[in-house]
């Protein structure tokens, strides 16, 4: 991949990314449901679980193998991930020709695991703290393109598509919440809504357990936390140590505020999504729901759209999360 640039993404890039990705990537629906707390401004929800694989990370991930030369296609394609962009690369990669290669941890989730390897990819599983640092290893060794889960501008173009579209879906929005990982997806969401309407507030949401972004966002300095700590959170797609340095350029630059979430919140908003917008997501998915349940009157008033980032998880470990805790709302 090319050298990270010195400017943010731009919301022609996120246009360019729209175009390169229409052919593959769904156009994901919004649902209105009631409102979680009774009454007050309409709450949509940005149904990214529905995308194809399962997760918003497929956008991301065809941009950047679109944007690949021949011979990199050729060689192949490697990257590092906790389960869905590398879900999400297998898929583009197979769709262009390449052949892949996801570094995982021991820790990801089997079900994401399989998905991967049934689209043809190779799935190598290392320790959560060498997984990052061996994926990076074999793109040197073997002359593969890496391609980051997030830190990268094509990547950061290709989720912001999730921004353009929830405008042309929803009119006056006036809040937008997005979970956080590694911040790729809030990164691309807010250069597209902060160039056509500045005046949505966009709200950056994490599980308490992994809140490296809300220490740093809070002191002004990108903060980095051990995966031993980031780990202990049921979001496994929101593991990352800290979000990149291009995504944290973009943060500092666009975002209006980061809450945290508690693990029962998380959960809470599985049980809320599932009645009463008849939609199974993964813990990591709804963590922009359970930030409404937990933050409503921190969030700001009006139109408030969460994202929900993917869906990836078996019934039985569905069914046995959400039967722990009772629903809020």
Not at 24 to 32: A, E, G, I, Y
Not at 254 to 271: F, K, Y
């Amino acid at each position: 991949m090319s050298a990270l640039p010195t400017t943010l993404v731009t919301l022609e890039d996120i246009h360019a990314a729209q175009a390169r990705i229409r052919p593959t990537c769904l156009r994901t629906p919004v649902l209105d449901v009631p409102h979680p707390v009774g009454g007050g401004a309409p709450l949509w929800l940005k149904v990214e679980s529905l995308q194809r694989t399962g997760s918003f990370k497929l956008r991301g991930a065809v941009n950047a193998v679109a944007v690949l030369g021949h011979e990199a296609k050729t060689s192949g394609v490697v990257t590092y991930s906790a389960g869905n962009h590398g879900l999400a690369l297998a898929s583009a990669a197979r769709t262009a020709g390449a052949s892949a290669t996801v570094v995982m941890p021991e820790t990801a989730s089997a079900v994401k695991i399989r998905a991967t390897r049934a689209l043809g990819a190779a799935v190598l599983l290392r320790p959560p703290d060498e997984f990052v640092a061996y994926a990076k290893h074999l793109a040197t060794v073997e002359g593969l393109a890496l391609v980051p889960p997030f830190d990268d501008p094509w990547v950061i173009a290709g989720q912001g598509t999730v921004g353009s579209e929830l405008l042309d879906q929803v009119d006056d929005v006036d809040v937008v919440v997005v979970p956080v990982g590694g911040g790729g997806l809030i990164a691309g969401v807010a250069v597209a809504l902060k160039s056509s309407r500045p005046a949505v507030r966009v709200i950056g949401v994490e599980p308490a357990l992994a809140g490296d972004l809300a220490e740093g966002y809070a002191t002004g300095e990108r903060a980095v936390w051990s995966r031993a700590l980031t780990g202990r959170t049921i979001a496994d797609g929101l593991r990352a140590a800290a979000v990149g340095e291009l995504p944290w350029a973009h943060i500092t630059a666009l975002v209006d505020d980061v809450v945290t979430v508690s693990e029962e919140s998380i959960v809470s908003a599985m049980g809320w999504l599932a009645a009463n917008a008849r939609i199974v997501v993964e813990p990591s998915g709804a963590v922009a729901t359970a930030a409404v349940l937990e933050h409503r009157h921190r969030l700001g008033s009006g139109t408030t759209v969460a994202v929900v980032t993917g869906g990836n998880i078996d019934l039985q470990s569905f069914a046995s999360l959400v039967g722990s805790w009772p629903t809020l709302g």
